[in-house]
């Protein structure tokens, strides 16, 4: 299995523009999680789904963050409009097992807004 | 918070030498997990822990869990230069995983 696939790698952007997240998880995984990591908060959990059902944003900062798991294959977050306070790096994640199980994290999406 | 908080935040020791991670915790938790981070990569799984177990072994790993105490320890022993990576302690309850800032250690040749 090729993994937790996400794109694209690294983003650059301008503030206000929108952006998109791309995630992949392994195939036959109930759960896919989206975190952001920064330096000042460490790794925190955005928004995690079961099935392609959200079951907890609470993590999601605002409402300008939004995110969205249409099949079992696919999943994206969504900044609309991004901001420079938003840069981070985001990763997803998934588990065959639920939310306290091992995850499988994705290579992660470096976002700079300018 | 269920958040972990691992001590030190830095670690440098030489090749060889053993490295010794501590992760401390609020509340009561299912199980406790240690991951990995290289450098510009995402998290790798390392190894987990139940709250009804005290030690658990995965090679040079040695993970140690003190539910009295709401704490963990990570012993990576004959460390080597390819260890050099950011180690984080993952803790659940009710909710999924919730990570501390980690410990980045370094290795040196």
């Known amino acids: 299995d090729a993994g937790v696939i996400q794109s694209p790698r690294h983003e650059v952007t301008e503030m206000g523009q929108e952006v998109t997240l791309r995630c992949k998880p392994i195939s036959g995984h109930d759960y896919l999680f989206w975190y952001r990591q920064t330096m000042m908060r460490g790794l925190e959990l955005l928004i995690y789904?079961?099935?392609?059902?959200?079951?907890?944003d609470s993590g999601m900062p605002e409402d300008r963050f939004s995110a969205k798991m249409p099949n079992a294959s696919f999943s994206t977050l969504k900044i609309q409009p991004s901001e420079p306070r938003d840069s981070a790096v985001y990763f997803c994640a998934s588990s065959p097992k639920g939310g306290s199980e091992k995850l499988f994290f994705g290579s992660g999406t470096q976002l700079s807004v300018l | 918070s269920q958040q972990g908080e691992e001590d030190p935040q830095a670690l440098s020791i030489q090749e060889g030498e053993n490295a010794t991670m501590n992760c401390s915790y609020k509340?009561?938790?299912?199980?406790l997990q240690w991951y990995r981070q290289n450098s510009g990569r995402g998290l790798v799984h390392l190894i987990l822990?139940?709250?009804?177990?005290r030690e658990k072994h995965s090679g040079r790993l040695r993970v140690t869990l003190d539910t009295s105490k709401k704490s963990s320890s990570l012993l990576i022993t004959a460390s080597r230069a390819a260890d050099t990576a950011s180690y984080f302690c993952?803790?659940?309850?009710?909710?999924?995983?919730?990570f501390g800032k980690g410990t980045r250690l370094s290795v040196i040749a």
């Open positions: 993952a803790t659940d309850g009710n909710t999924p995983l919730v």
């Open positions: 822990i139940r709250s009804n177990e």
């Open positions: 509340t009561s938790i299912n199980n």
């Open positions: 789904f079961n099935n392609n059902v959200p079951i907890d």
